[in-house]
């Protein structure tokens, strides 16, 4: 007979002793599982038990040790629990031994008197159970690290197939993932994943996404079964836009600068930087260079200018690097060209050096008279 309460598996076996009987059964039960044994011996009187006691031993798989359990009623192995239970007759004895197994509880039960015994092969399985409902999550964070705007979520619910990859838009940032499972023997193992990298072996891990990342993965696993709960990502650029204009000056020039507008998000002066495309210096370190900034109280438009003091022959072979570089790790640059004001050539005075052609033809007539 068996019945279940609480998870845990309450067996019985009955053996009831006749003379020249043997028997031996095979039984398979879970870690936590009750192991219930009874013997039913016959005999003419209790006190012939306790002369001719009836006893249980059992020979343990994982060691070979052969231990006793018990005597009659008494218990010699902590954990397990021997009991004389209510006679039916006169010479009718019950007797029963129960525990709750783990798996080192594997071996051979018996239960001996007179050279008769009852015996029971047990093996004590490892429990696995699958876990219950899975959550997958993904939340923006902030530059404190704080979680802001919504939660994007994939769940799978106890006893349902695994859902299909989540195709999501997010915007290029700081997000925090999270994966929680209920349940589970043995306890669940949860990895992080991107790419097909792991990325934590652990549910909560702080991640950027940003334009390098087409995936995130959770995946769980416990004893034989397993589960992946996915988002499959598209990422909006987090670069901002950088427009600039193309000034024309001349060497010597006091006057020359580059304006850019930028727009985005977040926008921050302490993210951008003028620097020299020959040798990746900061002009703001130069001499003779000016750097300013704005921005708009929302963040998303900026004012970047790069002022020359006196314009060099090596300006015009230089590029001027606008480049952007945040807390995110994302990059992005604007490389700025001046152009070299073309100078005009000197006009010819056409009055003082060409003569008429009514004159030529009045010089040719003259001369033609002289000669004849």
């Known amino acids: 007979m068996a019945s279940y309460s609480f998870g845990l598996a309450i067996l019985t076996l009955l053996a009831t002793f006749h003379s020249g009987c043997l028997t031996s059964t095979k039984l398979n039960l879970t870690d936590g599982d009750i192991f219930e044994f009874q013997c039913n011996v016959t005999d003419i009187d209790a006190f012939q038990l306790f002369r001719d006691p009836l006893q249980y031993f059992v020979k343990r798989k994982s060691t070979g040790e052969t231990v006793q359990i018990s005597q009659n009623s008494q218990s010699d192995v902590a954990g397990w629990k021997t009991a004389i239970l209510k006679d039916s007759s006169g010479t009718f004895f019950p007797f029963q031994l129960s525990g709750m197994v783990s798996l ?22 490892e429990l696995r159970q699958d876990v219950g409902d899975i959550r997958f999550s993904i939340t923006n964070l902030d530059e404190d690290k704080r979680p802001t705007g919504e939660e994007i979520y994939i769940s799978r619910a106890a006893d349902e197939a695994d859902p299909a990859p989540k195709e999501v ?3 290029s940032g700081l997000y925090q993932a999270r994966c929680t499972a209920a349940g589970g023997v043995p306890d669940p193992k949860i990895t ?13 891990k702080r991640v950027l996404l940003n334009s390098g990342a087409k995936d995130i993965e959770c995946k769980v696993e416990t004893g034989e079964f397993s589960h992946h709960l996915k988002f499959n990502l598209k990422i909006n650029a987090g670069h901002p836009e950088i427009l600039c204009n193309a000034p024309v000056t001349s060497v010597g020039a ?20 003028w620097i020299s495309e020959q040798d990746m210096t900061s002009f703001s370190d130069k001499a003779n260079y000016t750097i300013e900034c704005e921005v708009s109280e929302d963040r998303r438009s900026m004012k970047q200018i790069l002022k020359f003091g006196d314009v060099k022959e090596s300006d015009f072979e230089d590029g ?7 807390h995110l790790e994302e990059t992005f640059q604007k490389v700025n060209k001046l152009t070299k004001e073309e100078k005009s050539s000197p006009q010819i005075n056409a009055g003082a050096n060409v003569v008429p052609m009514g004159m030529v033809s009045l010089l040719f007539l003259s001369v033609l008279g002289l000669l004849m």
């Open 104 to 125: 080192n509880d594997s071996g051979t039960y018996w239960c001996s008197r007179n050279n008769f015994n009852k015996s029971i092969v047990l093996t004590v399985n």
């Open 169 to 171: 838009m997010i915007e």
């Open 192 to 204: 992080l994943h991107s790419g097909g990298n792991i990325l934590a072996f652990k549910s909560i």
């Open 254 to 273: 006091k006057d020359a600068e580059f304006d850019c507008l930028v727009s985005g998000k977040d926008l921050n002066c302490a993210h951008f930087f």
């Open 320 to 326: 001027q690097i606008l480049k952007f570089e945040n």
